[in-house]
């Protein structure tokens, strides 16, 4: 929409004076009123409807389809929890990126992780799996991915996979810089 074609700029040529009271006024004068206030309405709606598809409200949850959010300052924010916890999983296992980037896991034997829906290439994006151990014994688990991957337990600097001890909840990250063609799985903590 241009500059021009504002609801100010139109709102702005109504003549609030016209008619003028006592004298012969020029129907001309009523047509170009009537036309100034139709194309004001006209363009409050525009402006209306691209507010409403725009813009970032806060009694909803907004999906901003990856567009850039630029020199902004952050307080008292915060990332989702999605707990997964109730049914303890095994065996292969998908982490959906876009259901949030905290993810909490109960595992009842050796489990094996695949990072889907990664945001594009050149955007720094990372994942958080608690993963609490329900099981008896010790298990393993593994993240699988493509070949180009760098999978290594910060603790210990060893590969994948890995061993959680019974009673123990164990944190792990999981990042990528090119939409999870290549990703760095950490642990980034542990709890008894």
Do not use: C
């Given at each position: 929409?241009?500059?021009?074609?504002?609801?100010?700029?139109?709102?702005?040529?109504?003549?609030?004076?016209?008619?003028?009271?006592?004298?012969?006024?020029?129907?001309?004068?009523?047509?170009?009123?009537?036309?100034?206030?139709?194309?004001?309405?006209?363009?409050?709606?525009?402006?209306?409807?691209?507010?409403?598809?725009?813009?970032?409200?806060?009694?909803?949850?907004?999906?901003?389809?990856?567009?850039?959010?630029?020199?902004?300052?952050?307080?008292?924010?915060?990332?989702?929890?999605v707990d997964k916890t109730l049914v303890p999983v095994a065996g292969s296992?998908?982490?959906?990126?876009?259901?949030?980037?905290?993810?909490?896991?109960?595992?009842?034997?050796?489990?094996?992780?695949?990072?889907?829906?990664?945001?594009?290439?050149?955007?720094?994006?990372?994942?958080?799996?608690?993963?609490?151990?329900?099981?008896?014994?010790?298990?393993?688990?593994?993240?699988?991915?493509?070949?180009?991957?760098?999978?290594?337990?910060?603790?210990?600097?060893?590969?994948?996979?890995?061993?959680?001890?019974?009673?123990?909840?164990?944190?792990?990250?999981?990042?990528?810089?090119?939409?999870?063609?290549?990703?760095?799985?950490?642990?980034?903590?542990?709890?008894?």
């Amino acid at each position: 929409m241009s500059r021009q074609n504002t609801v100010t700029n139109w709102s702005n040529s109504i003549s609030t004076v016209y008619p003028v009271a006592g004298q012969d006024n020029d129907t001309q004068g009523f047509r170009d009123n009537f036309t100034n206030i139709k194309n004001a309405f006209t363009n409050a709606s525009k402006q209306f409807t691209d507010i409403n598809n725009n813009a970032v409200f806060i009694d909803q949850t907004n999906n901003l389809g990856g567009s850039i959010l630029q020199n902004a300052t952050l307080q008292s924010s915060g990332q989702l929890v999605v707990d997964k916890t109730l049914v303890p999983v095994a065996g292969s296992q998908t982490v959906d990126y876009t259901e949030g980037n905290y993810q909490k896991w109960a595992l009842s034997s050796s489990t094996n992780f695949t990072v889907i829906n990664w945001p594009a290439t050149k955007i720094y994006a990372n994942v958080r799996l608690e993963l609490h151990n329900t099981s008896a014994t010790n298990i393993t688990i593994s993240v699988l991915t493509g070949t180009n991957t760098l999978l290594l337990d910060a603790q210990s600097s060893t590969a994948f996979p890995a061993t959680l001890n019974t009673t123990t909840t164990y944190i792990y990250d999981i990042a990528t810089t090119n939409g999870g063609v290549t990703q760095l799985a950490k642990l980034s903590g542990r709890y008894i």
